[in-house]
């Protein structure tokens, strides 16, 4: 085991993901934390334990988070604005990103109760033959997420919600039996109709607000643990394109493996690992045709990559006792020379120096739409290019070229 020195706080987790999956699109921003809003104040009415009302509020925080591609999102939210009516082809769809975000999140045990209600999540109450799906029983929480979805796209931002909370509590019930469990239904009523319910669901503060009402309950992760929820965040930042697949993994890995050669204590460098799985983040926020485009990236193109540490940088910072993992992710793309992004620093933390020399090589080592993955010699001479314009520490480097070939076999599973 390694040193159980650093904490965080499960419930700031959750908060951070939810908001790195809102980098994926403005038009669903802030819709993870409507949805998780309405669910768990359903749960409550329902009278769920505590227990169980945190796993309502892990799902609906991240229900959607097998829905990585722009058109399947931008599918996704005409669904549900049209109130489930779709062809096949979006159905199936609806289904599939279900299923991924469970094959997402089941793995690590803190999420698999809410990974079983994402699962089922657009599955309609259909006079009761939607408590099976496929021959395997849906559990409530799905059926709460699923009015919860329907609830959080509805209310009109240049009209107050005040004025449209009745329409949409009117659709709601009518479409229980139908569409939604009744007793979700009926519990979906009684909440909303408290017009704070509305506010709170609009409001720009519902971290404070889910957190002040329901954030009690909290589960301290440790480094080991926190290591396991990292991959999870690597599977979900690479899960977006099939050309970097395993990218985050792989720059864990090897980020790793030099630290170990380097000598650095296990507590170190498994902080760095951490750091190699989330360097990443922040590309949710890039859209997927320039993550895969197959050619040179225009101009304007860079200047949205260039985003991407800085928003690693903003969605860890909102996990305190990562300060250290968010330095060392966030600054992979600075340069010994000060000519870096976003930041411009100088100063840079062996870790990150560590995660950029990592990061170079795999990139290059990977297949990209536009070019073969480079071998050895040609690796070496990139690298050695970056460290004569001061943007690669040579140290580092220099390891690399003796280690070459195990860094190139280190991975994970």
Partial sequence: MTDT??????????????????????????????????????????????AAKQDVVVAGALHDVGAVSSALRMSLQDYSRAGGAGEGGVLDDVHRHGYDGY?????????????????????????????????????????????????????????NVLEQSDVISRKAMQDKHR????????????????????????????????????????????????YELAKLFARIIDFRSPYTAIHSSMVAARSQHIAQLLGMPPRQTRLIGIAGFLH?????????????????????????VKQHPYYTHRILSLVPGLEEVNTYASMHHERLDGGGYP????????????????????????????RRGMKRTEALAVLDGFVKDGA???????????????????RQG
């Fill in 103 to 159: 094959l997402l999140l089941r793995d690590f045990p803190p999420f698999a109760q809410a990974a079983d209600a994402v699962r089922y999540h657009h599955v309609e109450w259909n006079f009761k033959r939607g408590s099976e799906f496929a021959g395997a029983p849906v559990p409530l929480g799905s059926h709460i997420l699923h009015l919860a979805d329907r609830i959080a796209v509805l209310p009109r931002a240049r009209q």
């Fill in 343 to 370: 930041f411009r620093h100088r100063m840079i933390p062996l870790g990150a120096r560590i995660i950029a020399v990592a990061d170079v090589l795999t990139a290059i080592s990977e297949e990209r739409p536009y």
């Fill in 5 to 50: 020195s650093i904490d965080v706080r499960f419930f700031d987790v959750i908060l951070c993901i939810s908001r790195a999956l809102d980098l994926l699109s403005p038009e669903i921003s802030d819709h993870h934390l409507r949805v998780a809003y309405v669910a768990v104040r359903i749960a409550e009415e329902m009278g769920f334990d505590l």
């Fill in 179 to 226: 569409r939604y469990h009744p007793g979700v239904a009926e519990a979906f009523g009684n909440v909303a109709a408290s017009e704070a319910f509305w506010l709170d669901l609009v409001s720009p503060h519902k971290e404070e607000i889910i957190r002040a009402r329901f954030g009690h309950h909290n589960m301290v992760l440790g480094l080991d643990e926190l």
């Fill in 392 to 410: 690669l520490d040579g140290e580092i480097v220099s390891l690399v070229r003796v280690h070459f070939e195990e860094l190139i076999a280190s």
């Fill in 280 to 304: 990443d983040l922040g590309k949710l926020a890039v859209p997927a045709e320039i993550l895969d485009k197959p050619a040179r990236l225009t101009p304007a193109e860079m200047f949205v």
